[in-house]
């Protein structure tokens, strides 16, 4: 774990966090007053960090096996929240969506629109499982690889979470610059709904009501972050890494035909991956240096 001269037990990904939280409290003041409560942001802001600050202070002092795990886990429970509010700063540099250059791009390379087309072509009720099942995987994976690390491979956990919450933030600053919301909604229905065909269709869809947001689309953050969680698997373990591999597959074609995604928000995720990756991991040894880990 990572420490510093004063005693305090900070990590890399407090600084990380903390960082992004006052990064987009900069962005806010570009946002019309009407249209975003920037005072009640700036407010949940100092709360997180205040909650941060108690956080590095218990587990500083008390040392123990909970106060670790809540230290080193307590940035996976922000993405949600700070996700939706990506929704809300994604229009500060382009007034307009991005999306018709994106579904003219589709257009250009594929000569029609794959997320319009790819549920109608394969309405079978057993494909339509699969893919909402190889969607709904990646909810898992976004806990389960950093949990499962840190009870299998404990000196690899803290590196672990550290590339997830970064690489997630990475995308959500991007999100923010290039505001582009997806066919889901951008679309009209019907043209934006997929029929419910079974548990995982329905779980999937709670799970986009509940959390999902006019944001995101391009590249998607689920075809790069299962990329990411899947050379994480492979750095600590060789079965999970097997065992994530198809479900992975699937969420490459379960994004297009859920219309989450345009078929280029997955190449851009594809592509998007490594670099992404890579900036994680020179911030990592960055922090880590500077902390004296």
Do not use: C
Not at 247 to 274: C, E, N, R
């Amino acid at each position: 774990m990572s420490g510093n001269k004063t005693g305090f037990k900070i990590l890399p990904a407090d600084m990380v966090v903390i960082a992004y939280l006052m990064i987009t409290a900069v962005l806010m003041i570009f946002i019309p007053k009407e249209e975003f409560d920037i005072g009640m942001h700036l407010i949940d802001r100092l709360l997180i960090i205040s909650g941060i600050a108690f956080i590095i202070y218990l587990d500083s002092r008390r040392k123990n096996n909970f106060t670790e795990f809540l230290h080193l886990f307590y940035p996976l429970t922000l993405l949600g929240y700070i996700y939706g509010e990506t929704a809300l700063l994604n229009n500060v540099f382009f007034a307009a969506n991005l999306d018709p250059f994106f579904i003219n791009l589709d257009n250009k390379i594929f000569g029609f629109q794959p997320a319009l087309e790819f549920s109608k072509s394969f309405p079978q009720v057993w494909f339509s499982k699969l893919m909402n099942l190889g969607y709904f995987s990646y909810y898992f994976m976004t806990i389960g690889v950093s949990v499962i690390i840190y009870f299998t491979d404990r000196p690899f956990a803290e590196k672990t979470v550290f590339v997830i919450i970064t690489s997630f933030l990475i995308y959500y600053l991007f999100f923010i610059i290039f505001p582009v919301v997806g066919p889901q909604f951008y679309f009209e229905p019907p043209f934006s709904e997929v029929p419910v065909t079974g548990f995982f269709s329905k779980a999937v869809k709670a799970v986009q009501e509940a959390g999902e947001h006019p944001t995101g689309a391009f590249p998607s953050s689920h075809v790069g972050m299962a990329l990411i969680f899947l050379w994480l698997s492979l750095k600590s373990s060789k079965v999970m890494f097997w065992i994530l591999l198809p479900f992975v597959i699937l969420i490459l074609f379960a994004t297009v035909y859920i219309k989450a995604h345009y078929a280029v928000d997955i190449i851009g995720g594809i592509l998007s991956a490594p670099v992404v990756l890579i900036l994680s991991l020179r911030t990592w040894y960055f922090l880590s240096n500077y902390l004296g880990s």
